[in-house]
């Protein structure tokens, strides 16, 4: 972001003082050139006259309470994906952000990305035809992590993995009208990986996640004029591979939509619609986040994965 975009960070805060520091010495051009403070609580953090909006990027399960606290001390906030552990917590803090009139978004990056743009407006011109098919695949090597096996802080692949997948699906085919899902779980009872089937009035979907395997994190479009194709790391900055029409006649284009970093996008985003006062991003809505979670909420209910405390 200090590369990128016009805000700058000027707080840092943890728990712990020390791990604040910590991060900053890690970061030393985060600041612009101007220093940066580490707080050793939340509420110092948030109660800074020199902060402007707070990014969220904590464990899972501490986002609604964390988000809601910067509400309450009058500070819009940036909440990472997933942007809390269940639809009832997202609705809390929306209610909380209207209350206020505060801006609240989730960290969805891959929404904001000059590919996916591209992507989406190929697929809204009609040049690809009716979309009929969309997967999204993510897997990782991460089950040595030890986060991600805690249920009580909301681990396992579907809410750091999985929800690029289902999010991918969603911004071009929306909520499903059914969708069926089939996965296994660990020891300590999270999601080791799912695949998870979307079915639409004209159109089906797959979105795959593990944290026990890894993959190429591929996807693709296919449409009844033309078809997408993300070959590796479908979430990040990457190539596409697009194809009109087909058999000998058809158009293949290839864009390589790679460029450094990749979270500025989502950070001018921000910065953007609170210059504007805003209190919601048109690219990633308040209702794209809930009914992201809904549908996540619905794959954890056929797995059988709870969270502590839900």
């Known amino acids: 972001m200090p590369a990128f975009s016009s805000g700058r960070i000027v707080a840092v805060g943890s728990r712990d003082r020390t791990r604040a520091q910590a991060f900053i010495d890690a970061h030393p051009d985060a600041g612009k050139g101007q220093?940066?403070?580490?707080?050793?609580?939340?509420?110092?953090?948030?109660?800074?006259?020199?902060v402007d909006a707070v990014y969220i990027a904590t464990p899972h399960n501490f986002h609604c309470e964390q988000a809601l606290l910067a509400l309450e001390a009058g500070k819009p906030v940036?909440?990472?994906?997933?942007?809390?552990?269940?639809?009832?917590?997202?609705?809390?803090?929306f209610d909380a952000a209207r209350a206020a009139n505060l801006f609240a978004m989730e960290a969805m990056w891959t929404r904001f990305l000059p590919g996916q743009v591209l992507l989406r407006a190929l697929a809204d011109s009609g040049a690809l035809g009716e979309l009929r098919?969309?997967?999204?695949?993510?897997?990782?090597?991460?089950?040595?992590?030890?986060?991600?096996?805690?249920?009580?802080?909301?681990?396992?692949?579907?809410?750091?993995?999985g929800v690029y997948s289902v999010s991918f699906v969603h911004s071009l085919l929306g909520a499903p009208t059914a969708l069926t899902a089939v996965g296994r779980l660990s020891e300590t009872g999270v999601d080791l990986d799912e695949s998870v089937s979307m079915t639409y009035p004209r159109a089906l979907a797959v979105a795959v996640s593990s944290m026990?395997?890894?993959?190429?994190?591929?996807?693709?479009?296919?449409?009844?004029?033309?078809?997408?194709?993300?070959?590796?790391?479908?979430?990040?900055?990457?190539?596409?591979?697009?194809?009109?029409?087909?058999?000998?006649?058809?158009?293949?284009?290839?864009?390589?939509?790679?460029?450094?970093?990749?979270?500025?996008?989502?950070?001018?985003?921000v910065a953007r619609c609170i210059a504007a006062g805003r209190t919601e991003s048109q690219t990633m809505p308040w209702s794209e986040?809930?009914?992201?979670?809904?549908?996540?909420?619905?794959?954890?209910?056929?797995?059988?994965?709870?969270?502590p405390g839900e």
């Open 35 to 50: 220093s940066v403070r580490a707080h050793g609580s939340y509420e110092a953090l948030v109660g800074d006259p020199d």
């Open 133 to 161: 098919y969309v997967r999204a695949e993510h897997l990782q090597s991460l089950e040595h992590v030890e986060r991600l096996n805690r249920p009580e802080l909301a681990g396992g692949a579907l809410l750091d993995l």
């Open 212 to 269: 026990s395997a890894a993959s190429e994190t591929a996807g693709e479009v296919v449409g009844t004029r033309g078809r997408v194709v993300l070959p590796t790391q479908f979430y990040r900055p990457a190539p596409l591979e697009v194809v009109l029409g087909e058999g000998p006649d058809a158009q293949r284009h290839e864009w390589d939509a790679t460029v450094p970093g990749g979270f500025q996008f989502e950070a001018a985003e």
């Open 78 to 93: 940036l909440v990472e994906k997933s942007f809390t552990r269940n639809a009832a917590e997202a609705r809390r803090v």
């Open 289 to 307: 986040t809930l009914a992201v979670l809904e549908t996540m909420d619905e794959v954890r209910r056929r797995l059988g994965v709870t969270y």
